[in-house]
């Protein structure tokens, strides 16, 4: 057996009843000794301090050179209790490490005795250098980090482990992103661009007085970003999770947004563009150590939704940090709902098509499904709150018999206006959206408006008819998210809205996709009223399923 005895024993007999027990069972030893193990908490214990211990054991000269070389070899004469995580010969010709290297032998050290059932999965241990290592157990086996733990013995003033090879010291999560290279240079370069060196008065020395009677400082100063709020990672006192993107990422995740926004009619905006790199910050860090991603939504430390079906990981590979762990992004997405505030168009774009009535099959028209009716028209009403934008409101008009009980109704897709480089006037074109769910909003000329009917591709979306005459929330776009709500400061009150919300509507399939709206008359809403429908706006809101 390989334990070493404090003394000689006491009695002969016991010793003799364990030598007999031995030959009786010459093939137990590795059993006795995991047995015995597992009774004293895994250690051997040995009457030496940590010093004599590794002075008499050969197979760490190599280590103990390096303590030595170090000046570390003074801390284990202290009266104080240590752990030391020491690695045979064969081990440290393994580890490839650096004559003199301190930084790293201090990782291999620790203040208090870690027994061998200490080493639980997840504890973390503060290391000499100030940098945590992390305590796992695997088939059977205890490693430090990725260094398995051999075996171990208790002595006088301390713990030492064996490991297979020398831990690498992991960084702090701060000074790896910190330090990224170029090809990671737009999301670095967004993170630590708000990094503030502030001066700890509280932590500072007072070293004397200068010559205006002010006081001389042995500063320190410490670093504060406004990300560290909610996801504190350069604290060794807590871990987080990071999902990180590199350039290509980044720039795949613009293009994407380019071209949807190129079929919605659109361009990219720079407060687009800085809106999408805030998303992905506060994206990117998360409580704890992520190893589960089979659940579909996992919320970051900012309540942002990272959609395991939508993006995407590479789950196996990943860096270990003193404070948490790191993967790599492969591909990113900013959700519907994030970077669309809503998507609008006024009806009276019609009267910019090239002609009035093509084919029924021609997506440029409105569909006027009119019995006995004129032709819908355009109509100009009510002056706007914003004069010098938008002088008058303007609306698509349809007009029905009221001496009839003929229903009409009007369809129409989505328009987006442009304006001509050939001609120099306006034109318009079929708008293409994300699909996923919305909620649909619209705006008449309420004074004395019928009922209404709304359907969205084909369905119908109220129960009962719409009484499109209330002022509120169906007059125009004066209500809900009103310019002043955007722009509290500028922002004009019951303006630019985006109007009554009429439900929840979806768009169906992948990508980008067009749909339709029909008006359709209800009913009169009060005796003398006219049968006229007067349709000014509609608007699409993403909804937080809309990702």
Known sequence: MRKIFKSMMNSTLPALGLALLLMMFPGCDDSWNKYYHQQTGGEEEIDQTISEFLASQTEYSDYLSQLKATGLDELLE????????????????????????????????NYLPFIRSDLKSGKRIRSLNGIYFQIAERNDSVFANSSRVIRSFRLKNGVVHEIDRLM?????????????????????????????????????????????????????????????????????????????????????????MHTQYGKMGKTVTLQDSLLAIQWIKEAMFYHGILTDFSVK???????????????????SDFEEMSNGRVYKMKKVKIPNNVIITRIKSLVHYWEYQDKLYPDPEDLYVFKGLIAGTNNPTIFVGDATPVTSVLPNYVLLQLTGDVDNNDEFSVEFPPLERYLSEETGKYKVRVMEVPTGEYNLYMGFRASAHPFVNIYFNGQKINLNPIQASLSTPWNYDRVNETSKDRDPVNGVTRWDGLGGLVGTVVIDGDGMASFRIKVEFAKLNDAGAQKKMQVYHWTLKPTENNY
Not at 100 to 106: A, E, F, Q, S, Y
Not at 219 to 234: D, L, M, R
Not at 300 to 314: G, I, P
């Open 78 to 109: 202290r009266d104080q209790q240590v752990t030391v995580w020491v690695v045979s010969n064969a081990g440290m010709a393994a580890s490839e490490v650096q004559a003199g290297d301190t930084l790293r032998m201090k990782y291999h050290m």
């Open 168 to 256: 690498k010291s992991r960084v702090n999560m701060y000074d790896y992103l910190r330090g990224l290279g170029d090809d990671y240079s737009i999301i670095r370069d967004s993170i630590f661009r708000y990094d503030k060196r502030v001066f700890d008065r509280a932590n500072s020395i007072p070293i004397g007085v200068d010559k205006t009677g002010n006081t001389i400082y042995d500063s320190v100063f410490y670093v504060h970003n406004p990300i560290f709020e909610k996801a504190q990672f350069n604290s060794e006192f807590s871990q987080f999770t990071c999902f990180l993107p590199d350039n290509s990422v980044i720039e795949e995740c613009f293009a994407g």
């Open 297 to 315: 939504d996992i919320k970051s430390v900012y309540n942002r939704t990272w959609r395991t079906t939508v993006q995407e990981l590479a789950t």
